[in-house]
Structures are given as C-alpha cells and as structure tokens.
C-alpha cells in the first residue's frame, strides 16, 4: 500500500530554520513527482513547493521563494523541505504529495502532515 | 498567485445534487484543463476526487463529477450522503505558478 509519512515538524521561534521529511513507501519514488502542501489553522489548502523525478525542475510559491529549499533523495525514497527564516504566517500543517503527472498536479496520494507552529 | 474563488460553503439534503463552483482566469482554469478537485475531512489526508477537469481516480465513485465552462470549474455530487460532508478544494494549474489552489469550500449535509 502507498504511504507518505512526514516528520520534522515542531515549535520554532521566528527567525529560525527546521527541516521536513517525507518518507516514500510501496511505490517506485523516481517514477513521480512530489510536492509540499500547507493548511495555516482555519485556512484552506497552499500550494508550497514541487520538484520533479529528477530534481532538474523546482518551483514554490512566491509566499516561499528564497527562504525554502525543496529535495528529493531517489535512493532514500525521500522528499525534504528546508525551511529557513521562518515566520510566523508559515505556521501550518505540512503536507507532501505524489504527483503521477509532469509536476503540476494533480496529487493523487497525500501523508498525513505535519505540523509546524513558528512562534516565539 | 491569487487563490480560486470558491464559495465558503453550500448545502444539501441527503440524496439531493449539488455543485461547487470554482472561477479562475484566463491565466488558469479559462486556458488549461489541468483542473483537479479533492475531499478533505478534517484530521485526515486530503483525497483526490477528480483531476484533467472530469476524470475519476479507480475507486472513486460516479456520484462525483466535474466540468468546465470558460473561466469557471464546476463539481457536482450526486445522490448526498451523510459522509460527503467534508471540505471540497479545486486546484488548477495557471501561468503564474504551477499549481494554485480555490479558497475551499465547506459542504453541509443537513
């Protein structure tokens, strides 16, 4: 069965960095492209961050750009999200997403989250 | 990268048909048919429902359909069932980004 399990995610003063983690299991990672998605707490869903099988195309979210770094290890079946000046709008529920296309969508399997509350 | 405009939410009686509408541009849903719809209960993963505008993922079931006209995507759920009461998010690709997503919209089954 596909499964995306995502961790990393905790309490973390503005200013600050914290690294996610989404672990791929029962289908051939490199076959897809990946995604993050967030939920700030009574928001609807945000596109955050995309990368394709190879890494050779990466896009995010202007809310994001230049302060996130999106990767993927093909080996560890293992999709990353580097946060880094994190503010406290960036407080939300992580989600990664597998992506059967050409990395616009859609998102046809989704973990679980998790949750990241930037706050001092 | 302005969200989709979705209602906030519409209601409906068990066993009656109702439809979601989702109004972009001609930047994204008025020019691509890259348009995706998911089912989100609160504490679960989200769930894709329908995506390329109108085709259904194995497993999904027929009561759920969508379309599109110009600028705006539509989905619709027929046959209401207690357990349809989710949140309901369209997704479309557009110029701007790859990928923006509609406001949500909050479906009660009364």
């Known amino acids: 069965e596909f499964q995306l399990m995502e961790s990393g995610g905790g309490l973390v003063q503005p200013g600050r960095s914290l690294r996610l983690s989404c672990a791929a299991s029962?289908?051939?990672?490199?076959?897809?492209?990946m995604h993050w998605v967030r939920q700030a707490p009574g928001k609807g869903l945000e596109w955050v961050s995309g990368i394709s099988w190879n890494s050779n195309n990466i896009a995010y979210a202007d809310s994001v750009k230049g302060r996130f770094t999106i990767s993927r290890d093909n080996a560890k079946n293992s999709l990353y999200l580097q946060m880094n000046s994190l503010r406290p709008e960036d407080t939300a529920l992580y989600y990664c997403?597998?992506?059967?296309?050409?990395?616009?969508?859609?998102?046809?399997?989704w973990g679980q989250g998790t949750l990241v509350t930037v706050s001092s | 990268q302005s969200a989709l405009t979705q209602p906030a939410s519409v209601s409906g009686s068990p066993g009656q048909s109702i439809t979601i509408s989702c109004t972009g541009t001609?930047?994204?849903?008025?020019?691509?048919?890259?348009i995706s719809w998911y089912q989100h209960h609160p504490g679960k993963a989200p769930k894709l429902l329908i995506y390329e505008v109108r085709k259904r993922p194995s497993g999904i079931s027929n009561r759920f359909s969508g379309s599109k006209s110009g600028n705006t995507a539509s989905l619709t759920i027929s046959g209401l069932q207690a357990e349809d009461e989710a949140d309901y998010y369209c997704?479309?690709?557009?110029?701007?980004?790859?990928?923006?997503f509609g406001g949500g919209t909050r479906l009660i089954v009364l």
């Open positions: 001609s930047s994204d849903i008025g020019n691509y048919n890259l």
């Open positions: 997403a597998r992506d059967p296309s050409t990395g616009a969508g859609p998102f046809d399997y």
């Open positions: 997704c479309s690709y557009a110029d701007s980004s790859p990928v923006v």
């Open positions: 029962g289908f051939t990672f490199d076959d897809y492209a």
